[in-house]
């Protein structure tokens, strides 16, 4: 009986002995697990109803009286020997597993997160935005219109006669039930006068839509500012003063205007404005070359201008001769080509992340 105690306790000794020089910290979680598996069989192997231990228990009662308490005991103690052994490994591996679990499944929260993409605005949202703020400090509403007119708001009511080449299908998108994208901001004069009635200071910031073929100076829709001032004894240095002021506060102290005689329907009498140029202080000539925004001249062409003209007045519902007003329009693309230097104004409208992220 003796040797069939120490058969088992060499059995097990044989089989724990994979265990000796098991170093935990080599081990990932999967196999930790295996390894209480394979605790948890021996287990069943030594210590189970079919194991040699049970075996042995059984035969206790075919022994001789005197023996049966002292080998009774001794098989008692090899039991408990083997739990020992085998749940000391258990306790062990399970306390091992149990750490890889929480280091792998915590979270540590003074880790930085990572930043969300942010967006940034459309270089011509940030320009329009500066516009807007200047003259609304001046005084001016911003004013907000349809993008879809009928021939009255793009032309009659803005004095366009028919057969103006403004009208011409080559230059303006037309819906098949006779509505037109609207070609120019001015619509919005006759939109706000209508509704707000005089005396009025808007300013209608806005997209506007040519029969243009994309080139880098052109695209079929860009966008606009148009202004407007109606009061009482309005006159051209108004006009001239309210340009020159918006246009220092956008690009210094020192911008000087200059207006040139020109022809719109809608003013009389009418201008185009240039402004000297931000870049050359209007010399012409930058570190040394050609200034490139103004081509050398010195001086940069923004847009149109003029008196409104009393037809557009009288088509409003306002006695031309008691009110009189001033009104000026330019395009936001060109201005905003050449302060942030981008050589072709079709890239603002190509949606590619590369050019939109410099402007952050
Ligand atoms: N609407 C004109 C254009 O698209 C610009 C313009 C000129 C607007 C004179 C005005 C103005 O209000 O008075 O070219």
């Not at 935005?129 to 007119?149: H, K, L, N, T």
Request: glycine letters at 8%.
């Amino acid at each position: 009986m003796k040797e069939q105690i120490q058969r088992i306790k060499d059995e097990l000794r044989e089989a724990l002995s994979s265990f000796d020089n098991l170093d935990l910290r080599e081990l990932k979680l999967v196999e930790v697990e295996a390894n209480l598996r394979k605790l948890r069989d021996l287990k069943i192997r030594f210590t189970g109803k079919k194991s040699p231990i049970s075996e042995a228990k059984r035969q206790i009662g075919a022994l001789p009286a005197e023996q049966r308490a002292s080998f009774g005991k001794l098989i008692q103690e090899t039991e408990s020997e083997i739990l020992n052994s085998i749940e000391h490994l258990e306790r062990e591996l399970a306390s091992y597993a149990l750490d890889l679990k929480t280091r792998v499944e915590s979270l540590d929260v003074t880790i930085p997160g990572f930043r969300p993409e942010s967006g940034s605005l459309h270089p011509i949202t940030l320009l329009r935005q500066r516009i807007e703020d200047i003259f609304v400090s001046m005084g001016y509403a911003v004013e907000d219109d349809r993008e879809i007119e009928n021939d009255y708001y793009n032309f009659d009511a803005l004095n366009i006669p028919e057969g103006h080449p403004a009208r011409e299908a080559e230059d303006t998108f037309y819906t098949t039930n006779g509505l037109a994208l609207r070609s120019q901001t001015s619509t919005v004069q006759i939109r706000a006068m209508e509704r707000r009635g005089v005396p009025i200071r808007i300013i209608a910031p806005g997209k506007v839509y040519r029969n243009d073929t994309p080139d880098p100076t052109h695209i079929p829709m860009f966008h606009q500012v148009e202004g407007l001032c109606v009061d009482r004894g309005i006159t051209m240095a108004h006009l001239k003063g309210t340009v020159a002021e918006w246009l220092r506060r956008l690009f210094g102290k020192g911008t000087k205007i200059r207006m040139r005689p020109s022809y719109f329907p809608f003013t009389e009498p009418s201008a185009e404005f240039d402004f000297s140029c931000f870049k050359c202080s209007g010399t012409g000539v930058f570190e040394g070359e050609k200034c490139r925004p103004c081509k050398g001249t010195g001086w940069i062409e923004l847009g149109g201008c003029g008196m409104v003209h009393p037809n557009v007045l009288r088509n409003c519902g306002v006695d031309p001769q008691v009110f009189s007003g001033f009104a000026f329009g330019f395009g936001l693309e060109r201005m905003c080509a050449m302060l942030y230097s981008i050589d072709d104004i079709r890239l603002m409208y190509e949606n590619d992340v590369r050019f939109l992220k410099q402007f952050r």
